[in-house]
């Protein structure tokens, strides 16, 4: 798998995870299989209702490949079933923004943009429908091994991919969110051994966001390149 397919894989999981589940840790036990498939449908008619959402991060990576973590922040935003913005803040800024069909990434600080076309690659493909599928919790069972757990400030989901092509790269993910629903943390174990810990404030559901939200344009002179070819 290419680098920019691993990166893809990654910044979806951490845009759509963070906004749509949370994290606490409390003593508990996991739920009785009624009440996840009534926690299941509350969080279905919230997405009808208010599909879009907003939130600001902190993350910290650590891995054996940095002598310290690697601490970003930023802004999120997202609209169901497809549409995500992730701004990564900083002296190493980068942007991630897909309008559902074309997915850009872009790198300020070398004016370099790639973009990709979400068809183009039916396994890719596959792997982001699975990624949104499994982490907006709709048909989740298909794509994911997943407990639920409630707890006194709301509930832990803890999900491992069934699918091949997400095994390659994750290993397990913890989705906190409290008893309003809303995100507070995300807890990602790749499967080359990083870590990776992002926490959530100021999150809002909304009916919807401006359209050039999930829009982008090359900034004049940036190098544009094309990983999976034109």
Not at 53 to 72: N, W
Not at 164 to 176: A, E, Q, S, T, Y
Request: proline share 5%.
């Amino acid at each position: 798998m290419s680098q920019f397919g691993k990166r893809l894989k990654i910044s979806v999981i951490l845009c759509i995870a963070c906004l749509l589940a949370g994290v606490f840790t409390a003593k508990a036990a996991d739920m009785p299989a009624a009440d996840v498939a009534a926690l299941l449908k509350h969080l279905q008619e919230l997405r009808d209702k208010l599909p879009a959402a907003t939130a600001e991060f902190t993350e910290e990576k650590t891995s054996r490949l940095l002598v310290k973590p690697l601490s970003s922040e930023g802004k999120v935003s997202y609209e169901a079933p497809d549409k995500f913005r992730r701004e990564v803040t900083g002296s190493n800024p980068s942007l991630n923004v897909s309008d559902g069909k074309t997915m850009w990434a872009y790198f300020p600080n070398f004016n370099e943009a790639e973009k990709f076309d979400i068809g183009q690659r039916k396994a890719l493909n596959d792997s982001l429908s699975a990624l949104m599928a499994g982490l907006n919790f709709e048909h989740i069972e298909e794509y994911y091994n997943f407990h639920v757990i409630k707890e006194a400030q709301g509930y832990q989901f803890q999900l491992s991919p069934k699918r091949p092509d997400l095994k390659r790269v994750v290993d397990h993910v913890f989705v906190w969110m409290d008893n309003d629903y809303l995100v507070q943390k995300v807890e990602l174990f790749q499967q080359n051994g990083d870590h990776v810990v992002t926490t959530y404030k100021n999150v809002h559901r909304l009916a919807s966001l401006p359209a050039g939200t999930f829009e982008f344009t090359p900034p004049a002179g940036a190098h544009v390149s094309y990983p999976l070819g034109k």
